[in-house]
């Protein structure tokens, strides 16, 4: 059985001009400026939380939010039907050693926990998952670079074992002030027409290359 | 205190990365959590840290906290009677 | 799952004992391996650690090896020893479980920046054995170890690994101790689940290693029925106050493991004692209908061992039904939960067949394992 990228999302850093990041999408093709409000205005959303968030948490919801713009994935799955799998290289280690500083000093030993929270890997599946309530299955794999065959596989068998109908997948990483992120939403749609893409590893693989 | 409390807002701005907010839209004693500034169980912790940390005050638990971290007001009235008790010993 | 997974051998390394016989005798005289530790910015802490002279000797030299990259080495090399067939590398995945891997090297200046990412480490890990696939590393908070064992299990029904070694290790660090004292989440005492008087959770490390296999090595296997996990989509670090995310990954659990609730003999829950976690497990198993069912938690034991802490205690409740015996929840007396569980006050010998194995964690993650005995 395969299933189909109905959408992606892909950010990434732009090659020429270096303070704008380049946002891709199955319609859209956009290049804007880095900063976190500038990302916030395009996507036109009501979130002040967003603005709380670690950098990574902060580009996973902006990615989630060009993925899932416009569609009302609640109109066809429950929401346990609906399950999101991630992955990155650096888990959280950008806002580890955010945190770090807030204990390095022992006379200043101030431990935040509005940072803490945000060391763990899979917090920007977790923030995700509370913006688009999506309540199945999660994972969240570390590896050094993306894993296509990892993730269609892992995915694919969660279809096929029917705990989902419907998933966002994909590589949110984030280090060195540099994004980089491909989200994709992967349906079982029985009628296939052009627009939609096979979800295969080579494909995983293209897109990540776009 | 009523520089105390006008100072608050700019640390709770600061600390708690409000957006769209000023101090002056704070009102001093509108509730801060809920309802009001929208702050939730993560901002109470990262408060606690901030009077700890500005004002050498220590919050015990989060049920203190309920009643300390109310409303700008009620946080300026707790730092304020703190300060006093210290200066006493 | 459609084709059955079969735990064949394991290996547990805690405070509490090298070896798994060690660890069980001490779960059932309710031992806690918890002591204060005093941190001159913290002041007294209590969790579940090495002594600096726990050494972990493994087979070949280790001395390039961080301390959680050598209890991983250990604890596999124990759990391959206890295999009865032999394996070859080639046939075999590695799938880890850690939520923070070399995270207490993170200021020193000395150490490969490179080693802090997981991912990395467990590279170096599978090298070691000279196992020449790719290691799969999960990191998903406190579900993690389930998760990773989850992962086995489904990647075992396509045939392509003989063996699937999972190994989940955490190592307490002020890195995380900090973190959990800035969330005055740590109890001022030996935890103390489900208890009236928890007052929140003690750390602990340690680490787990179980094999799996669909090709069971003998009758008296367990096997692995069901693994499942699910989203509270609803606060990062506070649970549900409904346990509707776990209640959804309990049915999802029994509906695939093919049994009913009634069938569960005993739980393992997550238990961490914080006051929000163990009152959202109590309304959670009493919506499923199991909380008659006797339910205990070591984490009055071994503290919450964070990524290692889904696969050591999936080990100890395998051997507790190889043993016929149900764990007691140490640190428990009264009940302090708004719904009456059944927790287990002293080790009570008893026919254990179906265990049922839960978890849940920041982000909103949560995740269940059923266990069955075949014989």
């Excluded at chain 1, 036109?44 to 670690?54: T, V």
């Excluded at chain 2, 709770?12 to 009102?27: A, M, V």
């Excluded at chain 3, 045939?159 to 699937?164: A, D, L």
């Excluded at chain 3, 409904?242 to 509906?255: D, F």
Aim: aromatic share 8%.
């Amino acid at each position: 059985m395969t299933y189909s990228i109905t959408r992606f999302c892909r950010i990434r850093r732009d090659s020429v001009q270096a303070d704008s990041v380049r946002i891709k999408t199955n319609t859209t093709e956009d290049l804007q400026k880095v900063e976190f409000s500038e990302l916030y205005k395009h996507v036109s959303m009501e979130y002040p939380k967003y603005f709380k968030m670690d950098a990574v948490s902060k580009y996973g919801i902006i990615a989630a939010e060009h993925l899932l713009r416009g569609i009302d994935l609640k109109a066809k799955y429950t929401e346990t039907e609906i399950g999101i799998v991630l992955s990155n290289a650096s888990g959280s280690l950008d806002t580890d050693a955010e945190f770090q500083k807030t204990i390095q000093n022992k006379v200043n030993f101030f431990p935040s926990p509005a940072i803490f929270v945000y060391t763990l890997s899979n917090i920007v599946m977790g923030e995700i998952c509370i913006k688009h309530k999506i309540k199945g299955e999660n994972m969240f794999f570390l590896s050094e670079t993306i894993q296509s065959e990892l993730l269609e596989g892992f995915v694919s068998d969660l279809f096929n074992k029917n705990s989902i109908r419907c998933a966002v997948v994909g590589w949110v990483e984030y280090s060195f002030g540099k994004p980089d992120v491909l989200l994709l939403l992967v349906e079982n749609t029985e009628q296939k027409n052009i627009n939609q893409i096979e979800f295969t590893s080579n494909q995983i693989e293209s897109l990540y290359e776009l | 205190m009523n520089q105390l409390i006008t100072e608050l807002k700019k640390e709770i701005i600061y600390q708690l990365n409000l957006q769209d907010i000023t101090p002056e839209s704070i009102k001093d004693d509108a509730p801060l959590f809920g309802e009001g500034l929208g702050l939730d169980s993560i901002d109470v912790l990262e408060l606690i840290v901030l009077l700890q940390k500005k004002y050498g005050i220590k919050v015990n638990g989060a049920e203190e906290g309920k009643t300390v971290f109310f409303s700008v007001k009620s946080m300026a009235e707790y730092i304020t009677a703190k300060q006093q008790q210290q200066q006493q010993q | 799952m459609k084709n059955p997974v079969y735990m064949l051998s394991d290996s547990v390394v805690t405070p509490l004992g090298n070896t798994i016989e060690e660890n069980m005798d001490k779960l059932y005289a309710k031992t806690s391996a918890i002591r204060p530790y005093s941190h001159a910015q913290m002041g007294t802490l209590f969790h579940s650690q090495f002594s600096e002279t726990d050494t972990f000797p493994t087979k070949k030299d280790s001395g390039a090896y961080t301390k959680i990259e050598r209890l991983f080495i250990y604890s596999i090399e124990q759990a391959v020893a206890k295999l009865s067939s032999t394996i070859d590398q080639k046939n075999v995945l590695f799938v880890f479980a850690s939520t923070k891997g070399n995270i207490e090297y993170l200021a020193d200046p000395d150490f490969d920046p490179e080693r802090l990412r997981i991912g990395i480490m467990a590279d170096y890990v599978a090298r070691y054995f000279n196992n020449p696939n790719k290691p799969v590393v999960v990191s998903n908070a406190c579900i993690s170890g389930l998760q990773a064992i989850q992962y086995a299990c489904q990647i075992l029904q396509h045939k392509k690994y003989s063996h699937v070694i999972v190994s989940g290790a955490d190592c307490v660090s002020e890195f995380v101790l900090s973190g959990f004292y800035s969330f005055q989440a740590l109890s001022p005492f030996p935890c103390t689940p489900f208890d009236k008087r928890r007052a929140g959770v003690s750390l602990g490390e340690g680490c787990g290693t179980v094999i799996l296999s669909s090709q069971p090595e003998s009758d008296t296997n367990i096997e692995i029925r069901a693994a499942v996990s699910s989203n509270d989509a609803n606060h990062l670090s506070g649970p549900s106050r409904t346990g509707e995310g776990l209640v959804s990954a309990i049915k999802a659990v029994i509906k695939e493991a093919d049994i009913q609730p009634s069938e569960i003999d005993v739980i393992s829950a997550h238990g961490t004692a914080t006051i929000y976690n163990d009152e959202m497990e109590a309304l959670a198993f009493q919506t499923i209908g199991v909380s008659a069912a006797p339910v205990y938690s070591v984490k009055g034991n071994i503290g919450h061992t964070l990524g290692a802490a889904g696969i050591v205690e999936t080990i100890y409740l395998a051997n507790s039904m190889h043993l016929n015996k149900i764990i007691p929840s140490a640190g428990f007396s009264e009940t302090g939960t708004s719904v009456v569980l059944n927790v287990v006050r002293e080790a009570v010998p008893q026919k254990l067949t179906i265990g049922l194995k839960t978890a849940s964690g920041f982000g909103g993650g949560n995740a269940a394992i059923i266990l069955k005995k075949q014989k």
